[in-house]
């Protein structure tokens, strides 16, 4: 069992509110990971990190950004969400390599 | 246009038979393959891992292979269980940068009937 937590693992929200998605790890990885999923689709990569205060955009362009204070935090922030920011959050780790991926739970994001 | 191609879509079999389900993809330059399996509603969990000099690779009931000259993969599955029933995908990672890039399939939803 991984030791990557993400919280909420649900959320429901209305159009405009600011949001943060939490993703905590314990395993001392310095790359952190944010991947979004829709239904049937492939993951697609948002943001990473590869250490603190090193953050970077993915493949898939998105209004959220992302801090890396803490080695072991690496939160992501929807400052208004919309209907389109409907999806799942998948937050990852890595450490020794970027073959050994573990994944949260995720957060399942619904915005009315 | 997505490098990794996973078939079939779906797959509904009946518990206690095996299903082998397909991974091509055409990333270049190949560094190594992934199968997670990713149960509804929760984040994937790795079931084997092969480089480019592996053929083959078991972890329990399942069974991957690799052929890296048609750039093929499959993960076979034995004897199937109810708790089988999931979204299997395949990832490939690349060697061309320090980054190691990583492409996802859209995986293959299994469905295990008693």
């Known amino acids: 069992e991984a030791d990557i937590y993400q919280t909420p693992r649900y959320l429901v929200i209305g159009t405009g509110k600011k949001i943060t998605l939490e993703c905590s790890q314990t395993?001392?990885?310095?790359?952190m990971y944010w991947y979004q999923q829709d239904p049937g689709m492939e993951l697609h990569l948002i943001h990473y990190s590869y250490g603190v205060n090193s953050t970077e955009k993915g493949d898939l362009s998105s209004e959220s950004t992302v801090s890396r204070i803490r080695t072991e935090h690496f939160p992501l922030t929807l400052e208004s969400a919309r209907p389109s920011h409907t999806s799942q959050y998948l937050c990852?780790?890595?450490?020794?390599?970027?073959?050994?991926?573990?994944f949260g739970s995720g957060t399942q994001l619904s915005v009315l | 246009k997505n490098q990794v191609e996973q078939s079939p879509q779906s797959l509904i079999i009946l518990e206690g038979k095996n299903c082998t389900l397909q991974c091509n993809y055409t990333v270049s330059p190949f560094s190594n393959l992934r199968w997670y399996k990713q149960d509804t509603g929760r984040g994937p969990v790795s079931l084997t891992i092969m480089t480019f000099s592996e053929n083959t690779k078991s972890n329990g009931r399942y069974t991957a292979t690799l052929d890296a000259d048609t750039k093929q993969s499959s993960l076979h599955i034995t004897a199937s269980q109810l708790s089988d029933s999931a979204s299997y995908i395949c990832?490939?990672?690349?060697?061309?940068?320090?980054?190691?890039?990583?492409?996802f399939g859209r995986g293959t939803q299994l469905t295990v009937w008693p």
């Open positions: 990832v490939v990672i690349d060697r061309g940068s320090t980054l190691g890039r990583l492409y």
């Open positions: 990852a780790s890595a450490g020794g390599g970027i073959e050994k991926l573990f």
């Open positions: 395993m001392g990885h310095d790359k």
